[in-house]
């Protein structure tokens, strides 16, 4: 809407006693439609309020659900934004846990194997490189590569 338009939309709602908005609507250009509620995940809870504000700046069908930009510009919490982030933030994880200059970097794991293969409790050998044993247990789990190493040097 243009500037003269808009002055024009006040000084209507001057003249007939009404707010903008009701004159808006009477001139046919009245505010957002309502969209449908979005979809919810069953036992999801009452809807977040951000999936009200992505829905009330843009609508439901204009915020691209479930990727960086509905999550991030369109600021969508709702389930599929929801899980789009936090399969990101752990995919950032576990990049920075278990990629190179990590804690539990390529190297480390490698000489943590090299320990227990030469007879070290994987207890000792987690001391050895500064971690703790918990987070070599982890990599195992989350790893499955090194689990099986891990697995088979315990069992030399
Ligand atoms: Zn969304």
């Given amino acids: 809407?243009?500037?003269?338009?808009?002055?024009?939309?006040?000084?209507?709602?001057?003249?007939?006693?009404?707010?903008?908005?009701?004159?808006?609507?009477?001139?046919?250009?009245?505010?957002?439609?309502?969209?449908?509620?979005?979809?919810?995940?069953?036992?999801?809870?009452?809807?977040?309020?951000?999936?009200?504000?992505?829905?009330?700046?843009?609508?439901?069908?204009?915020?691209?659900?479930?990727?960086?930009?509905?999550?991030?510009?369109?600021?969508?919490?709702?389930?599929?934004?929801?899980?789009?982030?936090r399969a990101e933030m752990a995919a950032l994880r576990h990049a920075k846990l278990y990629g190179d200059g990590g804690p539990m970097s390529p190297a480390v794991r490698g000489r943590i194997l090299d320990a227990v293969v030469g007879g070290a409790s994987v207890l000792a050998a987690a001391a050895a490189v500064g971690v703790s044993h918990q987070r070599v247990y982890a990599a195992a789990r989350a790893l499955p590569d090194f689990g099986v190493d891990l697995n088979a040097a315990t069992r030399r």
């Fill in 1 to 85: 809407m243009t500037d003269a338009e808009a002055a024009t939309i006040g000084e209507l709602a001057r003249r007939w006693g009404a707010n903008e908005n009701a004159v808006r609507q009477a001139l046919g250009r009245g505010s957002r439609k309502k969209r449908p509620a979005p979809a919810r995940l069953p036992g999801a809870g009452p809807a977040r309020y951000d999936v009200a504000v992505a829905d009330r700046w843009w609508g439901w069908d204009e915020v691209p659900h479930g990727t960086a930009a509905g999550y991030r510009y369109h600021r969508c919490r709702c389930p599929d934004c929801r899980e789009y982030h």
